[in-house]
């Protein structure tokens, strides 16, 4: 006996109801400046990104850096709080709200991906889920945090680590997927 194996038909895949967020000239505005901007070698100031954000419709606190080449979908999707860095080549995929707490380091090339695709159906249904990283938390260079993750207060996201799960307050992880590797014991020094 042969079983079916079942695979995807991408010919059927149907995102309409996706809502976007924004007027299809609104997107198209915000793909041109961020090629010119923030997709840029040419290390343009954080506060004229900060701005830019802003009239995109993000929420962005105080002494944030955005390095370069950062990429971020939907900028009217996303909440930043105060002293947040963000590493070269970032890449924000906000399908649904991402949400950075204050005093968070985001290195380099790390990929925060709020959405995913179920791989059941046929029809490879788009899945979004968002994005929060607490206060105080650190995402490792080339960390993967997908969709419906909270990285808790004070928490830390090893590099390369691949964070398909909560992370709890303290905790540190890594690995693939992550786990639990140690945990942040005594506060940080000031």
Request: glycine share 10%; proline share 5%.
């Amino acid at each position: 006996m042969h079983e079916t194996i079942l695979t995807i038909d991408l010919s059927r895949y149907d995102n309409h109801e996706f809502d976007r967020g924004a007027s299809r000239a609104r997107e198209a505005f915000w793909w041109l400046v961020q090629a010119i901007v923030f997709q840029s070698r040419f290390p343009w100031p954080s506060r004229i990104k900060v701005v830019l954000l802003r009239l995109f419709g993000a929420q962005v606190g105080a002494g944030v850096v955005i390095r370069s080449r950062v990429t971020i979908s939907f900028p009217w999707r996303l909440a930043i709080g105060n002293h947040v860095w963000m590493g070269d080549e970032v890449m924000i995929l906000s399908l649904a709200n991402v949400s950075i707490g204050s005093n968070v380091c985001i290195s380099q090339r790390a990929f925060l991906c709020t959405g995913s695709h179920n791989h059941r159906e046929q029809t490879f249904d788009l899945i979004t889920k968002p994005i929060r990283i607490d206060d105080g938390a650190w995402v490792g260079a080339i960390s993967f945090v997908g969709p419906g993750v909270t990285v808790g207060a004070g928490a830390v996201c090893a590099a390369g680590a691949i964070v398909v799960r909560d992370v709890p307050p303290g905790a540190v992880v890594g690995g693939n997927p992550a786990k639990l590797v140690g945990k942040e014991d005594s506060p940080r020094r000031p």
